[in-house]
């Protein structure tokens, strides 16, 4: 067997006997395909990678001496000018070929992928045995022991970020089960690789204390600190910020990601940040927030609901949060209110923030972050960031061009202020760290169709929204159509809310046509029952409570792999579905259709009410039903 090594020194063993690879420039153009083991690498790339300026003529005769060396190296009973089977030709390029048990990248990456997928579903324990092991294959800086220049090529640095990405992730599984004695040697090696990475350095800080280490963990805050200031000019962030404030007050151990509120169980002009003038260091009146649109969306806190109703455990779940997290400690604090398409998280988040106006006296800011939006792409962090400073009075000419400037200006102008920002719809936690606020007082309220168990390892509540009880589900009807009209027919309008799925957008959508047509209401219950199984009566195209658009902003974010499983998933008999039960609608092996499971339950497209058993939404499973008749037709999927 052939053991190739990239993430760490470039090395190759044939059974136990170590290989020399020859001359350094050899030995790079090995560790770049190793880099892209399974796709092509373009001769042009190669040529880049080994004359990082302008190559000589003779460069491409010198690529396929390496190549001819490196391929009677690796295959040394292979024939003259056979092809072989480890480095290929392809047009324009090669290919290295390698089983993904024989490189350490591709271990890595499966590892970590599983380590995903068990966080994004709540098994902590899991997540963080598979990204321990994951970081298990990683020995030092990427492609050791090849020409400096080459080392600087995008695709070495890009796994130097992938292997920082996991060593966050792995601490945040790791403080949650207690396991941050195993993350720690590599959390050290990782911190070391970037000393500016706060989101990193936070974890550091509570690992080490974890460890009982506090001492340490007060120290590497410390410097990390300062090297912001000499570096960047900028203070500490959110995460750094509330690490510290855990380690002060030696609150670190086993972390927990708070309470559930499960559904079903339970019954004047707002005025923003400094003035302008204050970016100069002059006092001013806190002016109003424009009422302008930006690009990552309105600032100004959009109106609730005309009439609110349901939703008192949740509402009151956000109050006691903000009170333990930081309305009283007064550190920066963080909510993530998630679920399904269409559940109500804006809703909710919107109507508490009116609710709470008085715990922020110094305001509200929103930002639609754009995660879900079926017909765009998600915003970008610095774009958010110039939304939200164009919120606080920051002229455009005046905004600074880096990004960690603009973080660094947002975090002065929250400074000492109590304002709440709701992060609405965000794609993903790289997204929300800049937005996320350093100030002692504030709150980020963050809504996503998306788990982010990066946000809730790093001190964010979850407070996981499910459709609402029956009794709430029609109270909101009929607060949509006129309590008059539900009591004048109060069976068909149970028939209603009991064929909406109690989802919240399928009332909406309902209630549109009732108030647009004066539809008897047992006309619309009887209209449901014939179109059921599918999303027709729950359609509004162009506006706002179509539900087959909201669940298709979930569903195009899916892998290929998982959206095949969505589609299949109206076959599974019976409403316990399982990783052997999926299996057999998938043909794959059990173990890859549980990571596919994952990722549909990463996405709120299935729920897993105990591990290993999930469930399908009626409308979902409709939903599904019509994806698979468009693959079946070979339309658009």
Same mark, same amino acid.
Do not use: C, F, K
């Given at each position: 067997m052939t053991r190739f090594e990239v993430l760490g020194p470039v090395r190759v063993w044939r059974q136990d006997a170590e290989l020399d690879l020859g001359f350094p420039q050899q030995r790079a153009l090995l560790a770049l395909l190793l880099a892209c083991a399974g796709r092509p690498v373009p001769t042009?790339?190669? !040529?880049? !990678?080994?004359?990082?300026?302008?190559?000589? =003529?003779? =460069?491409?005769?010198?690529?396929?001496?390496?190549?001819?060396? @490196?391929?009677?190296?690796?295959e040394p009973e292979l024939p003259p000018r056979a092809?072989?089977?480890? +480095? !290929?030709? #392809?047009? %324009?390029?090669? +290919?290295?070929?390698?089983?993904?048990?024989?490189v350490d990248l591709l271990r890595f990456r499966e590892l970590t992928r599983q380590g995903k997928r068990a966080a994004a579903t709540g098994r902590a324990e899991t997540a963080a045995l598979r990204l321990i092991g994951a970081l298990g294959e990683w020995r030092g800086p990427v492609a050791m022991g090849i020409p400096a220049a080459a080392r600087e090529h995008v695709q070495f640095t890009a796994l130097g970020r992938e292997l920082l990405e996991t060593a966050r992730l792995a601490a945040d599984a790791a403080l949650l089960c207690g396991r941050a004695a195993q993350v720690l040697p590599a959390l050290r090696r990782a911190a070391a690789l970037d000393p500016l990475d706060e989101p990193l350095h936070a974890r550091l800080v509570l690992s080490l204390a974890a460890c009982g280490l506090q001492a340490e963990a007060l120290a590497a805050y410390e410097e990390v600190r300062r090297r912001l200031a000499a570096d960047l000019g900028t203070t500490p962030g959110a995460e750094l910020v509330a690490a510290h404030t855990r380690v002060l007050r030696q609150d670190v151990g086993r972390l927990t990601a708070g309470p559930r509120v499960r559904l079903g169980r339970q019954a004047p002009a707002v005025r923003v940040g400094p003035d302008p003038r204050d970016v100069d260091g002059r006092s001013g009146a806190a002016p109003a927030v424009p009422d302008r649109t930006a690009?990552? $969306? #309105? &600032? /100004? @806190?959009p109106s609730g609901p005309a009439r609110f109703t349901g939703r008192t455990a949740e509402l009151e779940w956000l109050t006691a949060a903000w009170d333990a997290a930081g309305g009283s400690a007064g550190t920066p604090a963080a909510v993530l209110v998630g679920g399904m398409a269409g559940v109500g998280k804006t809703a909710l988040a919107v109507h508490w923030a009116h609710r709470a106006t008085g715990r922020f006296p110094d305001g509200h800011l929103h930002v639609a972050l754009r995660g879900s939006?079926?017909? $765009?792409?998600? =915003?970008?962090?610095e774009e958010a960031l110039r939304t939200v400073l164009?919120?606080?009075?920051?002229?455009?000419?005046?905004?600074?061009?880096a990004p960690a400037a603009l973080t660094g200006l947002y975090r002065t102008l929250l400074? $000492?202020?109590?304002? +709440?920002?709701?992060?609405?719809?965000?794609? $993903?936690?790289?997204? @929300?760290?800049?937005l996320l606020p350093a100030a002692p007082g504030c709150l980020a309220l963050v809504t996503s169709r998306h &788990?982010?168990? %990066? !946000?809730?390892?790093s001190g964010a509540r979850p407070l996981r929204l499910e459709p609402p009880p029956?009794?709430? &589900? /029609?109270?909101? @009807?009929?607060?949509?159509?006129g309590d008059d009209r539900t009591a004048a027919e109060p069976l068909a309008a149970d028939e209603i809310v009991a064929r909406s799925g109690r989802l919240p957008l399928a009332l909406a959508a309902v209630a549109g046509r009732a108030a647009d047509r004066r539809m008897p209401l047992t006309g619309l219950a009887a209209h449901l029952r014939a179109t059921r199984g599918t999303l027709e009566a729950f359609a509004d195209p162009g506006g706002t409570a179509d539900v087959r658009a909201a669940f298709l902003g979930s569903y195009r974010l899916l892998s290929p792999e998982a959206a095949r499983l969505f589609r299949l998933l109206p076959r599974h008999l019976g409403t316990d579905i399982t990783p052997a039960s999926a299996a057999t609608l998938t043909g794959l092996p059990v173990r890859g259709t549980r990571r596919l499971l994952g990722e549909l339950a990463e996405a709120h497209l299935i729920t897993e009410h105990a591990p290993g058993h999930h469930t399908l939404h009626d409308l979902l499973r409709a939903f599904a039903a019509e994806r698979a008749e468009g693959a079946g037709r070979g339309g658009c999927v």
């Open positions: 042009g790339e190669l !040529l880049a !990678l080994l004359w990082p300026g302008r190559p000589p =003529a003779s =460069a491409p005769n010198v690529v396929r001496r390496y190549i001819g060396a @490196l391929r009677r190296l690796l092809p072989g089977r480890r +480095l !290929l030709r #392809h047009p %324009g390029g090669h +290919l290295l070929e390698a089983a993904p048990d024989e690009s990552a $969306g #309105h &600032a /100004r @806190l939006d079926p017909a $765009g792409t998600a =915003a970008q962090p164009a919120a606080l009075g920051v002229p455009t000419a005046r905004m600074p061009a400074a $000492g202020r109590r304002v +709440l920002v709701v992060l609405d719809d965000a794609a $993903g936690t790289e997204q @929300l760290r800049p &788990a982010l168990p %990066g !946000l809730i390892a029956a009794e709430d &589900a /029609r109270a909101m @009807l009929a607060g949509m159509i």
